[in-house]
C-alpha cells in the first residue's frame, strides 16, 4: 500500500488514503472510491441537511414538522422513512410515508439516518 493521500472526491478533504493499490477512502466523509473509475459531479449528487449524500434505498428522518396540503395533520420532525428513491426537481426524494402515502421531499429537510 502506498503513503500517498489523495483529495476526496466527495467533499474535498485532504486526506484520502489508499485501502489497495487503486481504492481510496475518506476519514471525515466515509466514502470509498476507486481511483480508475470516473467519479460523478458532486453537484449532481443530492445531500441532506448534514451535508451528507444519499442513495437510492437510504433511509432517512424528517428533521422538522412539514405541512401536507390536503392533510389535517404535519409529517412530524423525527418522521422515519425507509427506501427512499432519488429523483430530478425541486423535491429530489420520492418516498412513500406511513398514514400519508407517496410524496416528494426536499433533502434539506431530512437528514440520513
Known amino acids: 500500500m502506498s503513503d500517498e493521500m489523495k483529495p476526496c ?5 485532504p486526506y484520502g488514503y489508499a485501502l489497495s493499490a487503486v481504492r481510496y477512502a475518506c476519514p471525515e466523509c466515509g466514502q470509498e472510491w476507486n481511483t480508475n473509475e470516473e467519479i460523478e459531479d458532486p ?5 441532506d441537511s448534514n451535508g451528507n ?5 437510504d433511509t432517512i428522518i424528517v428533521i422538522k414538522d ?3 396540503k ?3 395533520k404535519p409529517v412530524k420532525a423525527g418522521t ?3 427506501n427512499i428513491r432519488l429523483v430530478e426537481g425541486d423535491h429530489d426524494i420520492s418516498c412513500k410515508i406511513d398514514g400519508f402515502g407517496a410524496m416528494g421531499l426536499k433533502s434539506q429537510f431530512v437528514r440520513k439516518a
Open 9 to 13: 472526491p466527495f467533499c474535498q478533504s
Open 43 to 47: 453537484k449532481d449528487q443530492v445531500v
Open 53 to 57: 449524500v444519499l442513495f437510492n434505498g
Open 66 to 68: 412539514l405541512p401536507v
Open 70 to 72: 390536503g392533510a389535517p
Open 80 to 82: 422515519k422513512v425507509k
